[in-house]
């Protein structure tokens, strides 16, 4: 019985070593799985320094938007700068008809040519001469002053006068008279020449002096023209039967065509050149603002275009708008102060 009980213990003995070693494996192994080091050749896990990023899709960087590049300085423009007053802008030519009011003029189919100016360029279309008869304008356009209403006025003048300033700033003058009897001439009337319409000849600046010989005959226009010799300044008197004072505005008109009409295109012209054609005096029955409501015309490359001015101006405006464009000194008379047309220029 005893070795039964030591059969059973031993046998049960056996078998708990038996689970106890299938036990003990088992878990050894899942403890070393556990517990187990990395490899020597570990799979790299990834690191900032070591692996290599994925590179990201390129973006296009937008390039910078350059700065504006300044022009360059192109210095003065002729069309603006300088303004009249800074200097000579260029040559100025003043052609002055006779004794007709603005309505008489504008519109009328008698001066195509004119019309054609005053369409395309600067109209003072409120522009008065200052008195009744001519020679009291011609004063005025020269002096700033009426000097007298006398046409039969022989006395030298010594009154401040635009010859005076011209000379003063170095510029260069000329009348030009259709008809004068010779160079220098400064008698009396030898129609059709008349001399109340010819006022540098009365000046004391140029009576009994080398100035004289700036008073010509008209012919010298054409020649000066073409030898590309015009003075700074050209003051124009066609004489009796082509002004329209005797003769019809057709011939003023066709007198304008021909003679001035050559100059629009001329070289020296184009170097923005300034004419001006201005009738002295209304009939005699418009006594408004003296003289009457009268045609002024503004022609050149510095000119607006198409324009119609709604000041109002008088011979005054137009001597200070001469002495600004040609850069000289302007106090004269009743220039003095008076405003210069600008409003006609670019």
């Known amino acids: 019985m005893r070795n039964y009980y030591r059969v059973n213990v031993l046998l049960l003995t056996a078998l708990i070593v038996a689970l106890l070693f299938v036990a003990g494996c088992g878990g050894s192994k899942s403890t070393a799985s ?35 590049t300044p022009p360059p300085d192109p210095g003065p423009s002729p069309s603006l700068s300088p303004t009249p007053s800074a200097g000579q802008r260029g040559k100025v030519v003043v052609v002055v008809e006779e004794n007709h009011g603005f309505s008489s003029v504008i519109g009328n189919a008698q001066m195509p040519f004119l019309n054609t100016l005053a369409t395309q360029n600067a109209l003072a279309a409120q522009y008065f001469a200052n008195t009744h008869p001519s020679i009291g304008n011609y004063f005025m356009m020269t002096t700033g002053q009426i000097i007298t209403n006398n046409d039969a006025f022989m006395t030298t003048v010594s009154a401040d006068n ?12 000329k009348s030009y008279a259709e008809s004068l009897p010779s160079v220098g001439f400064t008698g009396g009337d030898v129609l ?31 020649a000066d023209l073409k030898a590309g010799q015009l003075p700074d300044f050209s003051f124009v008197a066609p004489n009796l039967n082509d002004d329209a004072h005797d003769g019809t505005l057709a011939q003023a008109d066709t007198w304008l065509q021909s003679n001035i009409g050559p100059l629009l295109a001329d070289p020296q012209f184009q170097q923005n050149g300034l004419l001006i054609v201005v009738f002295d005096e209304a009939e005699t029955t418009d006594t408004t603002n003296g003289g009457g409501h009268v045609v002024c015309v503004a022609v050149g490359p510095l000119v607006k275009k198409g324009f119609q001015s709604s000041i109002l101006y008088q011979h005054q405006n137009l001597l200070a708008l001469i002495a600004s464009y040609l850069g000289i000194d302007g106090n004269i008379g009743a220039a003095t102060g008076a405003a210069p047309m600008s409003d006609l220029l670019q």
């Open 162 to 173: 635009i010859v005076r300033h011209l000379l003063t700033a170095g510029k260069t003058w």
């Open 34 to 68: 556990a517990n187990q080091s990395p490899s020597a050749n570990p799979s790299p896990s990834p690191s900032p320094s070591s692996a290599a990023t994925p590179a990201p899709t390129p973006v296009a960087t937008p390039a910078p938007t350059p700065a504006p």
């Open 192 to 222: 059709p020449y008349v001399r109340h319409h010819n006022p540098m000849s009365y000046f004391s600046d140029v009576v009994g002096t080398a100035q004289a010989n700036n008073l010509v005959p008209f012919t010298q226009f054409a």
